[in-house]
């Protein structure tokens, strides 16, 4: 069945780098778009970055452009997420989602099919 399982979440001081992975297993990876979510307490999940099955186009959400990077290994069936120049308001459950084949946009939840069961990022001030 498909799994997907981040990890990486940590403590962090603002302005700190954190990298996020995502394995994932069950199905072809190398043949799905993939993306990063987060959710903050008391907040709609929201999107964060996402990458095409081949890897060459990324998509970023304004609040993290310039600052994240979003990546994939097929091989290792992957997707990462660094995360540079951390703000306290990037403190979130991170998620990492499979994008549903013909969605048509990367940026709403009712995109992805398969989601992880998250992971904890917390900035400190």
């Known amino acids: 069945q498909v799994q997907l399982v981040e990890s990486g979440g940590v403590l962090v001081q603002a302005g700190g780098s954190l990298r996020l992975s995502c394995a994932a297993s069950?199905?072809?990876?190398?043949?799905?778009?993939m993306g990063w979510f987060r959710q903050a307490p008391g907040k709609e999940r929201e999107f964060v970055a996402a990458?095409?099955?081949?890897?060459?186009?990324?998509y970023y959400a304004d609040s993290v452009k310039g600052r994240f990077t979003i990546s994939r290994d097929n091989a290792k069936e992957m997707v990462y997420l660094q995360m540079n120049s951390l703000k306290p308001e990037d403190t979130a459950v991170y998620y990492c989602?499979?994008?549903?084949?013909?969605?048509?946009?990367?940026?709403?939840?009712?995109?992805?099919?398969?989601w992880g069961q998250g992971t904890q990022v917390t900035v400190s001030s």
């Open positions: 989602a499979r994008d549903r084949p013909g969605a048509g946009t990367y940026y709403s939840v009712r995109s992805y099919d398969y």
């Open positions: 069950g199905f072809t990876f190398s043949r799905y778009d």
């Open positions: 990458i095409n099955w081949s890897p060459g186009s990324t």
